[in-house]
């Protein structure tokens, strides 16, 4: 048999030649890229014929003389319609959302011929890697919808626009004043919300309580205790049910009312933002003992919560099949089964609170979303964005941004908006009002947010599989959040 | 000729890793912000530095390391077996090759989804343990998930690398198996002397591929796992987007990918050393 070797190749002369013009046609596309625009005005000459014209028969007739005026005039520009881009996240069903954006827009330009509002809708998922590669290529929108930890990090960089000045009067004299404290940052105000959502509420299926024999609480006066929740989560598996709460992102929903339950909060508020924590104590182990006790100890939560990864959301569908009995959601829970299996209900449990602590702090979450305005993109044309901002905060805009969804409006002029609407009846309205009071923020506003929400949530799965202790869970969390915080405030 | 791909490659690829590079020597934020920070502030081997102490990087670099030696392993040794079993002169052996390499056609992120589904507590492995009368496993608990994670990577995989070998298989000239038959050798020695020398090539390919797909295991980890329990499937990648894309420390975030491009660098060279050159004489 011959022998077949593998010959080193010399570089070929076209391959140096291809080189040399990728390089000079990136040179010439970069000096044309950074060339300033060229501006031209060319003066335009137009024609003019005045016509003869006569009157009516019977009265004095008047001929004027056939002439050409020739005129030479510098053109007045045509005015540019202005496109303001705002982002914004699916309320309900996106098809719905995107439905009534469009009524939005129509109802905007009805009023502003001269602006063009365009809402890009996008899926929650990934949502701050889509505004991190847009304003890295310099196509940041120009208002978007965000929670309280993109204020605080945005607002730590310098990207978002000051609004205090933007807002307008009307809107802080009857905005509830909480509702403007959660887009506050030292001197500044960051960002406005449009709604005041139901709180992340604990739902109950109403005939499989009666069928195990459980009695909910009437109310927030008698509002389950931590060890009241786990002894009727024990009863109700005894019976093959379950507990569960949202998977991720959503999660993060129950982990900040956990520590404040327990007396505690995750971090001190800023600014200025600091690198402390401050569960790292008895009470936060309490925490991390309560949720150890719901999945290890006890086994109460539903087996696909383990770990609930992004992309598949089954709760709603548990709670549907009846699998689930409790379940941490939003109003969506209620809608969700209205639409869907409407012979299974949903009715409100509330809140709880740790026992070692007492109602005192008792709380859930709220989910205010904000409007915020990206620098990058106001800065280009300022007058637009503050018209449109302005008018996502009318109450024209909070009415046809949320009314339909079910959310509640921050006017105190648009309060109860909902009642006696079929959807109010939906949501529980009545009963769900009754725990409003005891909604807090959610997320908690330092710049490491994501950061200190990843590892406590890891951590809080780690319990959960029995993987760390309780105590080895806070010692652990609070060191990786500490370097997590120094880390973001170093940037 | 190579022209046009010279120019997508300077511009998708050679000036993006370069840019990389030079980020990672920065601290960043994306340019997220007003004009004080659109530029990237310059902070020498900081970065790099900070690995070190870093305990998630560190962890994630021996997940990362973990996965890449166990699914290189696991992945060559069954599509190797398979594309054995396909060259032997089979009846329809198309129709295998293509169910073989359905799961490949999926994208990993759903595959990461229903390998979850598949794979939890309540999931079809546990029903079926259950009807058995086995006790129920923990496909995705601290002990298994790390093993887990690497099954639904083969499985995702291992079909292109059947098709890959059994190209390589195919072009092995048959007189060779036949002179070596009618000297007496028997099939595991044609395997061991003729298969396997002159399939090196091939495999090298097969193995490069298999170590660049388990580096940058990402999107099935994400939809499997989410990089739990804990932090105990959190592999580099995921940790490059958590670090870039969550955190917004894209200069930190670019440091820990020249990192992996190193390691893969790495282990490509190790490979070709062990496994000998390209040069083929028979």
Redesign the interface.
Known sequence: ?S????EKKKISP??II??I??IV??AALVYYATLPPRVEIVPTTIVQTALRTETLPGTTIVRTEERTIVQTVTPTPTPKKETVVVWTFPLGTEEEHKKQLKMMEKAFESKNPDIDLVFEVYPWQ?R??R???A??G?E?PDICYLNTRHIA??SF???LQPVENIIPKYYLDNIYPWVIEGAKAGEHIWAATNLISAPYVWWYNPDIFKEVGITPPKGPEDAWSWKQFIEAAKKLKEHGYYVAHPS?PSVVCITRPLFQQAGVDICKQGPPFVTEVMFNNSKGVRVFKFWQDLFYTYGVM???M???????QPERELFAKKEVAIMLDTTGLPVYLNKIKSDVKAEVLGFLWCDEEGKEYMTGDVVPGYWGIF??AY?KHPEAVKRVFQWLLSEEGIELWCKWAGFNSPYKTQEGWLKGTELYEVIRGDELAKWLPYGSPEWGNHP?A??IY?IIQ??M??V?????TPEEAVLDAAR?CV??MK??L?? | MCLPYLIGFTIFELYPMIDAFILSFHSWSGGIGGAAFLEPKFVGLKNYAEMVTDELFILSLKNTIIITITFVLISTLISLIIALLLDQKIKHVDIFTTIYFIPYATAPVIMGVVMRVIFNKGGVINWILKWMGLPIVDWLGPNLALFTVVLAMVWNYFGYCVVILLAGLQAIPSVLYEAASIDGAGKITQIRRITLPLLKPILIVTLFLETIYALRAYDIIYGMTGGGPGFQTLTLPYYIYWKGFESWELGYADAIGVILFLIALTIAFIQRKIIGTTTIEY
């Open positions: 048999m022998g077949e070797k593998v076209s391959l291809s080189v013009i990728i046609l990136l990934g701050d890697a505004m991190i590669t304003a890295a310099g940041a990090k945005l960089l310098g990207a991720k539903h087996p696909s383990l770990g609930a990864v992004p992309e598949w620098k990058q800065n490491a994501n950061d990843n890891a951590n799965d780690a959960a599989h029995g993987i760390m990786k370097e997590a880390r973001s170093s940037l």
